[in-house]
């Protein structure tokens, strides 16, 4: 069970490393996703396939489109145009609540720990098909009782691994930012997602703990769920994904193994402009020959 | 002058109709305030629809008591859905904009001289709750302590504090469920929620169904309490009174209602008998007999500041809870 991920990263060896390409066993693939918000273009995906059972990293420049199409593919955004489908299902206009009980759950930037739930209520609320949240039986506890105590020692072994056990009852609002994420990420697993997209999983989290959530993702894989990360981080790219897609003003430019997307020229000026290799002569002259404008 | 008159009438006041009216209102009120976090600024309009269900029923129908109540049940259901079901997927304000206007056009309606043959005018609907008070086991007026009760009062108040209890009961369980969890998330952060497969809009309905049909109990007790529907009673100083009831006493706290509601109506009483006292004998003489009314409110309203400004979680609420980061 545990390696089961590997045949499925194994078969991007022979991708091709160009955007847009076709994976060969996709769980998600998105077609002509458009979103503007007034005249600025913030999402205009062509086609982009997700390989099931690898962790794919979604990078991109500051204002490249990363979270707003996380936020489409998951419903909490709707798009001017353009589908997509997950495990086969059209995912386009369906609401975000449904998106999570379909197997697609994501975090969020802002950490959305809720506050003033113990660590464990946090955790147990990410379960699913409880007998417990219908209305008529929430008053009779003997209906829910049993369900419940399996759904806390699931909780329990997932907070375990996430080294939060300790902290189970203490209120999820006195958790540090880091210890908030990791909540975050363990109370998504309690869906039993088949896709997990965590919005900079990295971000406000101490660098001692960069190394165990890097195991954590690696861990959720191994599990057999496919991962999809936005991160700054990239070392951490770099660390961990089997696969990553940039995207720049709206657009997937390029796609590809870690190493090679890193030194690809169209990625290198998108983060750092056309010109960074160019020497500065232009402005160089500009600055001596007008001092008085600097 | 009389203290100890003063204190038993403030004492019968605080167990007595009203406070059962605005406690089964503010029960409601939790629910949707408290726990989920909704802004029903309408309580007013889910007990006359009540009120006017069972009274219509009986008075114009002329069905039994028992038909009245669950008209009266079903008006407050059907009020829920009317309003929840084209604003729960907004934001937060809309529904506070929308309650607060239905509240005000209900009342407006029901004591309109169109529908007079109907819901009565402005004299509203007169003794038609006999049936109740044939039921009366007491056969005398009742002493409680300091506390006096006539017999059909002490009878109604029973069956409310009885109401009360049973509901405080079913907000427990319900507060303690998987359901309540769902409830209290929504109410710190929806996204996080939907994020989780849950389906908000679905939940903040059933909470504004529970919540109007629990207030709507506090119609029927005012009705019958009564024996007369007025329009007026109806207003959204009602709604406000018993948003100052729950706040008093502690937002999503299972007791805040009730010991909101005996204290709001205790010291209201209390205040107004001590001034009218103090007045009367000449110990106060800048102020007359016919403003004691009014400046009880002000004295309880500064009270209530100074409750926000110290004890912010109202009487039973949790300080802890209040003060953490809840974005």
């Keep these: 069970m545990p390696d089961d991920h590997r045949p499925l990263v194994e078969a991007l060896k022979d991708v091709p490393h160009e955007a847009g390409v076709a994976k060969p066993d996709p769980i998600l693939v998105a077609d002509d996703v458009m979103r503007h918000f007034g005249g600025l273009v913030a999402v205009d995906v062509d086609h982009v396939e997700i390989q099931r059972g690898t962790i794919t990293a979604l990078i991109g420049p500051n204002g490249a489109g990363k979270t707003t199409f996380f936020n489409l593919l998951t419903g909490f955004d709707r798009p001017n145009e353009g589908q997509w489908t997950f495990e086969g299902r059209q995912l386009a206009g369906v609401r975000p609540h449904k998106v999570a009980k379909y197997g697609m759950v994501r975090t969020f930037q802002l950490t959305k720990a809720l506050s003033r739930l113990t660590v464990m209520e946090n955790m147990r609320l990410g379960a699913q098909h409880q007998r417990g949240e219908k209305l008529f039986a929430s008053i009779f506890p003997f209906l829910w009782r049993g369900q419940e105590n399996e759904i806390s020692e699931r909780a329990l072994r997932l907070l375990e691994s996430f080294n939060l056990a300790q902290k189970q009852d203490d209120l999820a609002g006195s958790l540090s930012g880091g210890q908030r994420k990791l909540l975050e990420m363990a109370r998504a697993l309690m869906v039993r997602p088949d896709m997990i997209m965590l919005d900079e999983p990295m971000a406000g989290v101490n660098p001692a703990l960069t190394q165990s959530l890097l195991d954590h993702i690696r861990e959720v894989r191994a599990g057999g769920t496919t991962v999809l990360f936005v991160e700054h981080d990239m070392d951490m790219v770099r660390d961990i994904s089997d696969w990553v897609i940039v995207m720049s003003q709206g657009k997937v430019i390029a796609e590809g193994p870690p190493h090679d997307v890193m030194s690809n020229e169209a990625v290198i000026d998108a983060y750092l402009g056309t010109h960074h290799d160019k020497p500065l002569t232009d402005s160089g002259e500009a600055l001596t020959a007008h001092p008085e404008e600097v | ?327």
């Design chain 2, 1 to 327: 002058m009389d203290w100890s008159n003063v204190f038993s009438q403030a004492l019968t006041q605080g167990i007595g109709i009203q406070a059962v009216i605005f406690c089964l209102a503010a029960i409601g009120l939790n629910v949707q305030f408290g726990y989920t976090g909704l802004l029903n600024f309408g309580q007013s309009g889910f007990l006359a629809v009540a009120a006017y269900g069972l009274g219509v029923s009986i008075a114009y129908a002329g069905w039994s008591l028992w038909v009245g109540l669950l008209v009266g049940i079903a008006a407050a259901v059907l009020l829920a859905l009317l309003l929840g079901i084209p604003t729960l997927r907004l934001r937060a304000d809309y529904l506070a904009i929308v309650t607060i206007a239905a509240a005000e056009i209900l009342r407006l309606t029901f004591r309109s001289v169109t529908f007079d043959p109907i819901f009565g005018g402005s004299d509203g609907i007169n003794r038609f709750a006999d049936d109740f008070y044939r039921y009366n086991p007491y056969s005398g007026p009742v002493k409680i302590g300091p506390a006096d009760f006539s017999q059909n009062d002490m009878w109604i108040v029973t069956i409310g504090w009885i109401l009360v209890v049973i509901l405080s009961i079913i907000v427990f369980l319900l507060m303690r469920s998987p359901w309540g969890r769902v409830i209290k998330a929504i109410r710190e952060d929806e996204d996080a929620v939907r994020s989780l497969g849950k389906s908000v809009y679905s939940y903040k309905l059933q909470a504004l169904i529970i919540g109007g049909v629990m207030g709507c109990f506090g119609g029927f007790i005012a009705a019958i309490a009564l024996q007369s529907i007025q329009p007026d009673y109806y207003s959204t100083d009602l709604t406000f009174f018993a948003y100052a009831v729950l706040i008093l006493g502690g937002a999503a706290r299972v007791l805040g209602p009730i010991v909101g509601s005996v204290v709001f109506w205790f010291l209201l009483v209390l205040i107004d008998g001590a001034l009218a006292n103090a007045v009367s004998s000449g110990a106060i003489d800048f102020i007359r007999n016919d403003q004691v009314g009014q400046i009880r409110y002000w004295i309880l309203g500064i009270s209530l500041m100074l409750l926000m400004i110290y004890r912010p979680q109202g009487i039973l609420g949790d300080k802890k809870e209040l003060s953490l980061d809840a974005r």
